[in-house]
């Protein structure tokens, strides 16, 4: 009979339409930002998380249009008139909007699949425990939306949960996120261990992993969450709606102590497959973390273009490119100062930009240039990334191509004569001398010197 109910529930009630909608605008969000998440199945699970950003309002929204229906219709004095529990008649509703919210979601994560599976080579199983983290989420939302709206059964009820819960959701970790800049450098505030409190997750370098602990402790309190919700929906006296209150409580008081503080990044770790070698041996060696397995093919014929130059004109010149494994530094709570320094041999690169279908994308030619100053760049930390070793970077990839800098994009006019000045002065050197500062400049950049590097940009250098 129930089951009967239910789906008598899900044809005809407003159901079918939230579904549709969180669908509809679930599938938006994901393929306006294919770039984001393409051939990165974790990537993919947490965009699918930032997703409940609008999807939590929605069904908070939703569930109140669905609370006040016997308000609406003027029923709700004859049914509480029945004697049969009040519990029995909700609970089919309140499936009807878990189903629908369940899975408008679960769709919308495998239409972004499609962006993954086809270069995707590496799939993470911490993705299904992140992914499925927003399920109790939308739920929760749903049926505490579906208590507001029985309790307050007006019009503007939905859209002020709507507006309320996206400022929740989507506002407060913004303004928790803010960088402290009062030192004049950009550094993030740890957030506090409540902000994991709320499902959405927009904060992962593509080398992390949520940890599995803080996925379980989330789940844990949104199911709670959802309990007080649907104990709410079905409560009447008042010993009943205090005690419906319990499961969040005691949620909370379970989670919160064990969850770490600094919010999403706090929440992150380095996956130690991720950033596992794949490497092409069929010529010089070319290797890529495992996360971006897929950019093999395309990374390949650039990574050995750029060691054929330095082997031509540079002494001790890298015979191997590795991409580097150093995570970006939004997505770490704290700065790492002293990362693995890569031997001499190596040339360590950063990975080219993703498209839209998980490929890399190498308009612009800004690939081919980075390389090359990635022949003296060494993991030493926190480093300038302007001033004259900036400029000193650009000149000496300029060096080993024998043409003029051209810097993508291109620099403002005064910036542009600098790096001609002195790529002109360095150029007119002997050709011995040439590759002596540049071999120098090299040494002293692998041992976190940048002296040597940055006197390039000195025209009177003796």
């Known amino acids: ?26 599938v938006a969000l ?30 908070l929204a939703g569930g109140a249009w669905m609370g006040r229906r016997d308000a609406r219709h003027r029923v709700d004095e004859l049914f509480a008139s ?31 699949a499609g962006w993954v599976v086809p270069t995707a080579g590496y799939f993470p199983s911490a993705a299904i425990v992140v992914t499925a983290v927003g399920v109790p989420a939308l739920i929760a939302a749903g049926w505490l939306g ?27 970790p913004e303004l928790a996120m803010q960088p402290d800049v009062s030192t004049g450098v950009a550094r993030f505030r740890p957030e506090p261990a409540a902000m994991l409190l709320l499902p959405t997750n927009n904060s992962l370098d593509d080398f992390q992993t949520v940890m599995t602990r803080v996925s379980l402790l989330q789940a844990l309190w949104l199911v709670s969450l959802a309990a007080t919700g649907l104990l709410l929906l079905g409560a009447v006296r008042r010993r009943a709606i205090a005690f419906a209150v319990l499961p969040a409580l005691l949620g909370v008081a379970v989670a919160l102590p064990l969850l770490p503080v600094g919010g999403a990044r706090g929440a992150a770790a380095v996956d130690p497959v991720a950033i596992e ?4 041996n069929d010529g010089p060696q070319v290797c890529v973390r495992r996360a971006h397995a897929g950019l093999l093919p ?3 014929g650039p990574a050995r273009q750029a060691l054929g130059l330095m082997a031509a004109k540079l002494p001790n010149a890298p015979v191997r490119a590795v991409q580097t494994e150093r995570v970006t530094f939004w997505a770490m709570l704290e700065p790492d100062m002293a990362p693995a320094r890569h031997p001499a041999d190596t040339l360590v690169f950063d990975a080219p930009t993703i498209d839209r279908f998980g490929g890399a994308d190498l308009s612009g030619d800004y690939f081919l240039p980075s390389l090359l100053e990635a022949a003296w760049r060494q993991e030493c930390g926190e480093q300038p990334i ?8 650009i000149v000496a990839a300029a060096w080993l191509t024998g043409r003029p800098p051209a810097p993508q994009p291109e620099p403002a006019p005064e910036e542009m004569a600098l790096l001609e000045s002195a790529y002109q002065a360095l150029v007119s050197l002997p050709e011995a001398e040439q590759r002596r500062r540049m071999a120098a400049a090299r040494e002293g950049a692998l041992a976190c010197r940048d002296d040597e590097l940055a006197a390039i940009m000195s025209e009177d250098r003796p």
Not at 1 to 24: C, N, P
Not at 102 to 111: D, I, P
């Open 1 to 26: 009979m129930t089951g009967r109910v239910l789906r008598i529930e899900l044809r005809r009630s407003a159901a079918l339409g939230i579904a549709l909608l969180s669908l509809v605008i679930g």
């Open 30 to 59: 994901l393929l306006s930002s294919t770039q984001f998440f393409a051939a990165r199945w974790m990537q993919l699970a947490v965009i699918a998380r930032s997703t409940l950003m609008v999807l939590l309002p929605l069904a």
């Open 82 to 112: 029945t004697v049969r529990p009040r519990w029995q008649r909700v609970a089919p509703t309140a499936g009807a909007l878990a189903v629908s919210v369940t899975t408008a979601y679960l769709l919308t994560f495998l239409v972004g």
């Open 146 to 172: 579906m208590a507001a709206g029985r309790a307050v059964p007006r019009v503007i009820t939905a859209p002020i949960l709507a507006v309320l819960g996206f400022a929740l959701v989507g506002l407060a």
């Open 277 to 280: 070698l794949v490497c092409d």
């Open 298 to 300: 395309d990374v390949v």
């Open 386 to 393: 302007l001033g004259d070793v900036y400029r000193a970077r």
